[in-house]
């Protein structure tokens, strides 16, 4: 028991009691002969009022409310602490934001929507029960996020075989405006039409990899920042190139009777259902032009009509026949093979190589006929005077 009064006076006003709380009173006289007896307690209770002010509001990054309808650039969610009811239970809440005043349930978080991005508003609360309305909490204020980020412009920069590398905008602009680091969230479609995430980071380009050859592929693209995700871009289709096919080793070249030689090369099986041909090409003496003997699907030429004392290069190339298009793929050239005649003949017009498929025929076998004939009647009258003259000298 607490002394609150003492006095000649028959009343006495308490004040400051806490509302909706139980007291208890009692009494006793004081004279010249001493302390009375206290008096039997009195009990009393206080009248319920309005509740006290709100505390601990507060701006989160999250919607406590699982609403899903939460944009940090257009929303705010605010949260508080239940203020003492003071003997009535609280049946909502009053939020004051600027000149609007929204009425709430007895929840102690709200969504706030429909706002305008990176604007700054003055938030009040204040606790309403059966007896009225308590007061205002103390301003706060809280500020939207910007508008997250709009997609780049997604490009192809080069395609191969196996690879794409795309590239998208410069966003320094948006950089600025935002005053933080700009993440890109690039995905592409797989087989079951499900988009999955790639690359995540601040680079502007990237390279897919292990990709097949003259394929197409989809891929969207969205930013990310401080404000939130932004949206992802329109899907954009690109698609890998055809192989070229690969450089066969050196041809390999052996001399055959006459002035024929044959030219050998590996083969090379067909491109994902694309046929392929092989194409031989010779470069003779000191000429800087390689020229075209065959062009087919064979890997073996016999080439006639050779030049002694004169040096040939074979090489051959490998072209792949697109069978749903005209197009033809030469693949780089194989290193050149040198080859020269081994025998000695009289000095012919060089001509240009005649090629021709199986058992090659000579052009110049007349030629050589002749030459032998000429030879062998030389060396006859050479021994017919070498005879005279030294039957002479015996003589």
């Given at each position: 028991?607490?002394?609150i009064?003492?006095?000649t006076?028959?009343?006495?006003?308490?004040s400051?009691?806490t509302?909706?709380?139980?007291?208890?009173?009692?009494?006793?006289?004081?004279?010249?002969?001493g302390?009375?007896?206290?008096?039997?307690?009195?009990?009393?209770?206080?009248?319920a009022?309005?509740?006290?002010v709100?505390s601990?509001?507060?701006?989160?990054?999250?919607d406590?409310?699982?609403?899903?309808?939460?944009?940090?650039?257009?929303?705010?969610?605010?949260?508080?602490d239940?203020?003492?009811?003071?003997?009535?239970?609280?049946?909502?809440?009053?939020l004051?934001?600027?000149?609007?005043?929204f009425?709430?349930?007895?929840?102690?978080?709200?969504l706030?929507?429909?706002?305008q991005?990176?604007?700054?508003?003055?938030?009040?609360?204040?606790?309403?029960?059966?007896?009225?309305?308590?007061?205002?909490?103390?301003p706060?204020?809280?500020?939207t996020?910007?508008?997250?980020?709009?997609?780049?412009r997604?490009?192809c920069?080069?395609a191969?075989?196996?690879?794409?590398?795309l590239?998208w905008?410069?966003?320094?602009?948006?950089?600025?405006?935002?005053?933080?680091?700009?993440?890109?969230?690039?995905?592409?479609?797989?087989k079951n039409?499900?988009?999955?995430?790639?690359?995540?980071?601040?680079?502007?380009?990237y390279?897919?990899?292990?990709?097949?050859?003259?394929?197409?592929?989809?891929?969207?693209?969205?930013?990310?920042?401080?404000?939130?995700?932004?949206?992802?871009?329109?899907t954009?289709?690109?698609s890998?190139?055809?192989?070229?096919?690969?450089?066969?080793k050196?041809?390999?070249?052996?001399q055959?009777?006459?002035?024929?030689?044959?030219?050998?090369?590996?083969?090379?099986?067909?491109?994902?259902r694309?046929?392929?041909?092989?194409?031989?090409?010779v470069?003779?003496?000191?000429?800087?032009?390689?020229?075209?003997?065959?062009?087919?699907d064979?890997?073996v030429?016999?080439?006639?009509g050779?030049?002694?004392n004169t040096?040939?290069?074979?090489?051959v190339?490998v072209?792949?026949?697109?069978?749903?298009?005209?197009?033809?793929?030469?693949?780089?050239?194989s290193?050149?093979?040198?080859?020269?005649?081994?025998?000695?003949?009289?000095?012919?017009?060089?001509?240009?190589?005649?090629?021709?498929?199986?058992k090659?025929?000579?052009?110049?076998?007349t030629?050589?006929?002749v030459?032998?004939?000429?030879?062998?009647?030389?060396?006859?009258?050479?021994?017919i005077?070498?005879?005279?003259v030294?039957?002479?000298?015996?003589?």
């Amino acid at each position: 028991m607490e002394l609150i009064y003492c006095g000649t006076d028959t009343q006495c006003e308490i004040s400051n009691l806490t509302p909706a709380t139980h007291y208890c009173c009692r009494l006793q006289a004081v004279n010249q002969a001493g302390v009375g007896p206290y008096s039997e307690l009195v009990s009393t209770q206080t009248g319920a009022t309005v509740p006290d002010v709100v505390s601990g509001v507060a701006v989160l990054d999250y919607d406590l409310s699982v609403s899903g309808q939460y944009a940090p650039s257009t929303c705010l969610a605010l949260k508080w602490d239940e203020p003492c009811s003071n003997g009535a239970e609280i049946s909502s809440y009053r939020l004051t934001v600027g000149e609007q005043v929204f009425q709430l349930d007895a929840s102690t978080c709200h969504l706030l929507q429909h706002l305008q991005p990176d604007t700054e508003y003055s938030v009040q609360i204040q606790a309403v029960n059966a007896v009225g309305s308590g007061p205002l909490c103390p301003p706060l204020l809280a500020r939207t996020k910007p508008l997250p980020p709009a997609p780049p412009r997604l490009e192809c920069s080069a395609a191969g075989p196996q690879s794409l590398k795309l590239k998208w905008g410069d966003t320094n602009s948006t950089k600025i405006q935002l005053g933080d680091e700009i993440l890109y969230n690039l995905q592409m479609e797989d087989k079951n039409h499900r988009f999955i995430t790639i690359y995540r980071g601040p680079s502007h380009t990237y390279k897919v990899q292990r990709l097949v050859e003259s394929s197409s592929y989809s891929f969207r693209i969205q930013a990310v920042s401080n404000a939130g995700e932004g949206p992802f871009s329109d899907t954009h289709s690109f698609s890998t190139i055809r192989s070229v096919p690969p450089a066969l080793k050196a041809p390999r070249v052996v001399q055959l009777e006459g002035n024929m030689c044959e030219v050998t090369w590996e083969s090379v099986q067909p491109m994902r259902r694309d046929p392929v041909s092989y194409l031989l090409q010779v470069l003779i003496g000191r000429e800087s032009d390689y020229k075209q003997v065959y062009k087919g699907d064979s890997t073996v030429f016999q080439i006639s009509g050779l030049q002694s004392n004169t040096d040939y290069r074979f090489r051959v190339a490998v072209c792949r026949q697109c069978v749903d298009s005209t197009q033809e793929l030469c693949g780089p050239p194989s290193p050149s093979t040198p080859f020269t005649l081994r025998r000695v003949e009289l000095p012919v017009p060089r001509d240009t190589p005649t090629v021709r498929m199986g058992k090659a025929a000579g052009l110049a076998g007349t030629d050589e006929r002749v030459a032998a004939l000429l030879v062998g009647a030389f060396s006859a009258l050479s021994f017919i005077i070498a005879f005279m003259v030294e039957y002479l000298f015996m003589k």
